[in-house]
């Protein structure tokens, strides 16, 4: 959600600006804009829509050596326009702002009491004109800087510069990511994700949680009272080229073809002739651990949900799923023999890590299953399972979904033999390392997709249904839909419909149904049966073509395994989806009014 950059160097300013911004665009792209300083003379450019638009606008602009902010917007307080575009500038400064100031409005209406003109309807304005009134009354960049962070209530990554204060950066870290990069090169990155400087830094220091610094004439200073400690530094690992589309339509594309690689990766490591070993669990005090919570949201909500039923169904141990941003307002319960769960793509979705907050204020011992090391989350927690996705650009998640999956099956799995309980583990572990084949093998469907998907555009909705642990595979295929398609989609318990939902049944309503051999298939018959006698349209998923009851089909294997079905029919429904939107002629990977990671409230 917004991405922000800083440089720092002899190069060309504006290039280094607008390349991160590249990478970090599918975090937000309402607008975007950049600031550049040489000695004390500040160029800003700003454009709605996407970057392109940006760099069209500044084309003419070159600047070797200097100083320079970016930002690129998903739009939290004000519409996408270009006055509310960062970065927000006063008299003679300029900021860019990830996060939300909660305090904004008592900030403001007190600068307008002094006089102060507000141009734009964010709440990140309020910083820049806070800091001139600051440096007014205070007389130093520094103090100014300090006295304005300690007067902002919320969560947020600021990077500040101002004409005042030639050669200078003045940045803050308070609950949003930012992070510092080096080479040796004499260059210093800024960035609020990695992603950005790659391939640039070679070095990265994660900023600690509720600090500040400035970087003046190329050197780092962290000397406030609230300074940032001892930077720690750490290899950037990585390179550009995985995160690019490598011959794909979009890069949702491309990572729904690369789940069978991931998973690999996922899995190494990790499972063993006899047994699964998790060296995080392992290092776990789990003794007197009887219930897991785990919260979540959006696609690592369904992999919640899914796991749950594994978890109770596999390892016996009782399992509550619980959204994230519900949790904190609802007064849970929290007992010491819970083992608190949170899985985050990014490990940055602020809902999540205020529940994590919670956790970890009652006690709880925590847990993260995340994509991105270094994390918010990640840090937060007592331990970590990394899913090794790699880098997840589409919007709409779909190998941070596979990896979570098999992540959370192998926990599973550990907590089945840690409390001794009976299951086939031969069959599972080897159901579990024939995952990658199984997601590999299901992109044989692409193109019977890419033929289906035209009779599916027009409909007044979709439903997709399942039992068990396919209720939440519904859910998920049902929010891939929406997001990028802009259809509306509902996942559904299948025994459920009869309740209420089958009263839209008619041609128009789209049924995709999760038909698994292995669990409760004549009861998913039945229930496909009913909605088919009210004429709905009916795509199954199943292994074998229903002719009597549906309208198309998609024929998956026969596996043996539930899991296997699973994994088999994720994969459809993430291609369905994107055959579906791309038909429609969405942009896939920046889908309307989403941003990758959420990290406001
Ligand atoms: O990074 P996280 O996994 O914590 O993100 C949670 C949701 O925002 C995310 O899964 C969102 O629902 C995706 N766009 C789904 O495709």
Redesign the pocket.
């Known amino acids: 959600m917004c991405g922000i950059v800083g440089y720092i160097g002899r190069g060309d300013v504006k290039d280094e600006l607008l390349s991160g911004l590249k990478e970090l665009e599918y975090r937000g792209y309402d607008s975007a804009g950049i600031a550049l300083m040489e000695q004390n003379h500040v160029t800003s450019f700003k454009a709605t829509g996407k970057l392109k638009n940006l760099e069209q606008k500044a084309k003419e602009y070159a600047q070797d050596g200097g100083i320079g902010i970016g930002h690129t917007r998903w739009a939290t307080h004000g519409k996408p326009t270009e006055l509310n575009a960062h970065p927000h500038y006063g008299t003679y400064s300029y900021v860019v702002h990830n996060g939300i100031i909660e305090n904004y409005v008592e900030l403001k209406k007190e600068l307008e009491a002094q006089g102060v003109k507000f141009v734009s309807q964010t709440d990140t304005e309020v910083i820049v004109h806070l800091f001139e009134k600051n440096l007014e009354k205070l007389g130093t960049g520094d103090k100014a800087f300090e006295a304005t962070i300690a007067a902002l209530e919320g969560a947020y990554a600021v990077l500040l510069l101002s004409k005042d204060v030639p050669e200078t950066v003045y940045f803050a870290r308070f609950g949003s990511p930012l992070m510092l990069g080096r080479n040796g090169k004499q260059e210093i990155f800024f960035a609020s994700s990695d992603a950005a400087i790659l391939g640039k830094a070679t070095e990265v220091a994660y900023l600690e949680e509720n600090c500040i610094g400035k970087v003046e004439n190329g050197t780092i200073i962290t000397d406030f009272e609230k300074g940032c400690s001892d930077l720690e530094y750490k290899a950037l690992r990585g390179d550009k080229v995985s995160a690019q589309k490598g011959g794909f339509r979009f890069f949702m594309e491309k990572e729904i073809y690369e789940q069978g690689d991931v998973l690999s990766d996922t899995l190494m490591g990790r499972v063993f002739e006899n047994r699964v070993h998790i060296d995080e669990l392992e290092d776990m005090d789990l003794e007197g651990i009887s219930a897991i919570t785990i919260c979540?949201?959006?696609?690592?909500?369904?992999a919640a949900l899914s796991s749950s039923y594994l978890f109770e169904h596999v390892a016996k141990i009782k399992t509550d799923v619980v959204i994230?941003s519900e949790f904190r307002y609802k007064e849970p319960i929290l007992t010491p023999d819970t083992l608190f769960v949170?899985?985050?793509?990014?490990?940055?979705?602020a809902?999540?890590l205020e529940a994590l907050k919670m956790a970890k204020n009652a006690g709880l011992q925590t847990l993260a299953v995340?994509?991105?090391d270094n994390s918010s989350?990640v840090r937060l927690c007592d331990s970590t399972i990394l899913t090794r996705a790699g880098i997840e650009k589409?919007?709409?998640?779909?190998k941070?979904?596979a990896t979570?999956m098999a992540v959370l099956w192998m926990c599973a799995l550990f907590f089945a033999r840690k409390n001794g309980v009976a299951c086939d583990m031969d069959a599972e572990l080897k159901a579990l390392r024939h995952l990658p084949k199984v997601t590999a093998e299901a992109l044989r469907h692409h193109e019977k997709i890419k033929r289906l998907s035209k009779r599916y555009l027009h409909g007044h909705g979709f439903f997709f249904i399942g039992r068990d642990l396919f209720y939440p595979l519904a859910m998920?295929g049902a929010?891939?839909l929406k997001?990028i398609s802009y259809l509306h989609a509902e996942g559904y318990p299948a025994g459920e419909m009869k309740h209420g939902p089958i009263a839209l049944a008619d041609s128009e309503l789209f049924t995709v149904a999760l038909m698994p051999k292995s669990q409760l298939y004549e009861k998913m018959k039945s229930n496909v049966e009913e909605l088919s006698a009210r004429d709905a349209t009916i795509l199954t998923i199943a292994p074998e073509i229903l002719d009597n009851i549906a309208d198309d089909f998609l024929v998956i294997d026969e596996h043996g395994h539930v899991m296997s079905e699973y994994f088999e029919m994720m994969v459809v429904l993430q291609l369905l989806s994107m055959e579906v939107a791309i038909r429609l002629g969405n942009d896939v990977d920046m889908?309307r009014n989403?941003?990758?990671?959420?990290t406001v409230e």
């Open positions: 979540a949201c959006g696609t690592s909500y369904h994230a949170v899985i985050s793509q990014s490990g940055e979705t809902d999540t995340c994509n991105v989350i589409g919007v709409a998640s779909t941070a979904f979570q998920e929010l891939k997001e889908p989403l941003a990758k990671s959420v």
